[in-house]
C-alpha cells in the first residue's frame, strides 16, 4: 500500500497573522484500513519549557518562584495513575529539575570517579520517568478509543517497549495487529512572556499511525494542547497543585482529541476561509453567523472589548452557523456529500480569561440543528469563546468534521476550546 503520510504544521500555532495560510486537507483514507489497532508510546523525552519557573528538565533554578516548589524536590509522584502520573513527573521534571542528575552534577566537581556512578544512576531515574510521562499520554488515547468502541489490541509490554525503540512495528502482525497508533508528548511546559505575565499550559505530541505489514507510515500529525493562562504566583500556589491539575486535564483533553482526528476525522471538503461574519475576520470550518466575530484576536484589553468581542445583550443568546454540508463542500466532493446522513453539531463555550479560554461553561453534542438557544444562563459582562463541528453518518460510520476556527490549522490540530474559537461577549445589562 502507498504511504500517504500527513504532516500538520503548526509553525502558526500561538502567532497573529496567519489566518489565510493554505492547510490543506488532512489526509484521512487510512481509516479505512486500520483493522485491529494497538496504541504505543514512544520513549522519546519531550523537550520541556516551564517559562517562569525553569529552563530545562535539567535546571534545578526556579527562575522567580522562590522557595514556592521546595516541597516538590522530596515529593515523589506516590501512587498517582493515568494522567495524573505523567502531570506529576512532568511537574518534576520540568520545575524541580531531575533530582538525581543535579546531584550528579555537583558531585562530579569533588568527586570524579563517584560521578560516573551519579550520572548513570540519574540518566537511568530519568528514562523511567520519561517513560511513565509518555505512558500516561498513550492511557489517554486508549481509553478513548476503548470507550467508542474501537478495535484494539494489546500486545506484551516487552515487544511494545523495544518496538517503539526500534521504529519497527512489522512483528505486532503475529498477535493480530493491522495497524499502530505510535503517541508521543514531544513538548510540554507553559508559555509567556515571563513572571509579570499570564503563562498558559503547553502540551504538544506527535502521532503516527503505521501498518503493521509493511511498517509503512500513513499519517504523521501534531496534536496541541494550550492550557489556561496563569500568572506565575497563581500556578504556583500550595506547591504547584493548580499547575498539576492542569497538565492532567491536558493529557484528558489532548488523548481525547487524538482519537477524535486519527479515527473519526473527515476533513471538510471545502478548504476555502469563509466569512466570521464581521470585518476582517476568517472562518475554518463551519462559520458562525450570529454572533458574528470580528477581526484577530490581539490581545489588547480596552479597544479589543469594542473591536474583537462582538456584544449581546441577553444571557442566553441564540447561536447560528453554517449548516453541514455546504454548498462548497457539495461542490467539491458531491458523490461522498450525497452519502452523509444524520447530521448533528457539537457546539462548546468556555470563558474567557487572560485571552484565553478559562473553563468550559457549555457544551451540547449532536444538536439536530445550525442554531440553538442556550438553555443555561451565561455571566453578564464576560467574554467567552464558542465553537462547533458537525457530527454525521457516513457509509455506516461516525465522522466528525474539524472544529470551526478563526486559523487553517485551529480546527484539527488544536484541541478546542482554543484562542483561535469564534467570539462574543455578554453586556453588563444583558439579561
Known amino acids: 500500500m502507498k504511504s500517504a503520510t500527513t504532516l500538520v504544521l503548526i509553525a502558526c500555532v500561538g502567532l497573529v497573522g496567519c489566518a489565510t495560510l493554505d492547510a490543506g486537507p488532512p489526509d484521512t483514507a487510512y481509516q479505512a484500513t486500520l483493522g485491529e489497532v494497538a496504541v504505543v508510546a514512544t520513549e522519546q523525552s519531550p523537550t520541556l519549557g516551564f517559562h517562569g519557573f525553569a529552563h530545562g528538565k535539567g535546571e534545578g533554578a526556579l527562575t522567580g518562584a522562590g522557595g514556592t516548589f521546595a516541597a ?14 505523567g502531570a506529576a513527573l512532568l511537574l518534576m521534571l520540568g520545575i524541580c529539575g531531575v533530582a538525581g542528575l543535579v546531584g550528579g552534577i555537583a558531585g562530579a566537581a569533588e568527586a570524579p570517579d563517584a560521578s560516573v556512578a551519579a550520572a548513570s544512576e540519574a540518566r537511568l531515574a530519568q528514562a523511567v520517568e520519561i517513560r511513565t510521562v509518555q505512558a500516561a499520554l498513550r ?15 494489546n500486545v506484551p509490554p516487552a515487544l511494545a517497549q523495544e518496538a517503539a ?25 507553559t508559555r509567556g512572556s515571563g513572571i509579570n505575565a499570564p503563562v498558559g499550559v503547553h502540551l504538544r505530541a506527535r502521532v503516527r499511525v503505521l501498518a503493521t505489514a509493511d511498517n509503512g507510515e500513513r499519517l504523521v500529525a501534531d496534536y496541541l494542547y494550550q492550557g489556561r493562562h496563569r500568572r506565575l504566583a497563581e500556578w504556583a500556589a500550595d506547591d504547584g497543585r493548580p499547575l498539576k491539575t492542569e497538565l492532567e486535564a491536558g493529557y484528558r483533553a489532548l488523548g481525547e482529541h487524538i482519537y477524535e482526528q486519527v479515527f473519526e476525522l473527515l476533513p471538510l471538503p471545502d478548504r476555502r476561509a469563509h466569512s ?22 490581539s490581545g489588547e484589553s480596552v479597544l479589543g472589548d469594542l473591536f474583537e468581542w462582538t456584544a449581546v445583550d441577553t444571557l442566553r443568546p441564540t447561536l447560528q452557523w453554517q449548516a453541514f454540508p455546504r454548498a462548497g463542500d457539495v461542490a467539491v466532493a458531491p458523490a461522498e456529500m450525497a452519502r452523509v446522513r444524520e447530521v448533528g453539531y457539537d457546539l462548546v463555550i468556555a470563558q474567557e480569561m487572560n485571552q484565553a479560554p478559562e473553563r468550559i461553561v457549555y457544551r451540547r453534542q449532536a444538536l439536530p440543528a445550525p442554531e440553538h438557544r442556550l438553555e443555561t444562563a451565561l455571566q453578564p459582562g464576560t467574554r467567552y469563546f464558542w465553537t462547533i463541528r458537525s457530527r454525521f453518518r457516513l457509509d455506516g460510520r461516525t465522522r466528525l468534521t474539524e472544529w470551526g476556527s478563526t486559523r487553517a490549522l485551529g480546527g484539527d490540530s488544536v484541541v478546542a476550546p482554543s484562542a483561535f474559537a469564534y467570539r462574543f461577549r455578554t453586556t453588563k445589562s444583558a439579561y
Not at 466570521?276 to 484576536?297: E, K, N
Open 72 to 85: 516538590c524536590l522530596s515529593g515523589g509522584s506516590g501512587g498517582c495513575s493515568g494522567s495524573a502520573c
Open 139 to 153: 492511557d489517554q488515547v486508549f481509553a478513548a478509543a476503548q470507550l467508542r468502541g474501537a478495535h484494539l489490541r
Open 165 to 189: 525503540a526500534t521504529g519497527d512495528y512489522r512483528s505486532f502482525a503475529e498477535f493480530g495487529v493491522d495497524s499502530v497508533v505510535e503517541t508521543g508528548l514531544v513538548e510540554a511546559g
Open 276 to 297: 466570521a461574519g464581521g470585518a476582517l475576520s476568517t472562518a475554518f470550518g463551519l462559520a458562525p453567523i450570529s454572533p458574528p466575530t470580528r477581526g484577530q484576536l
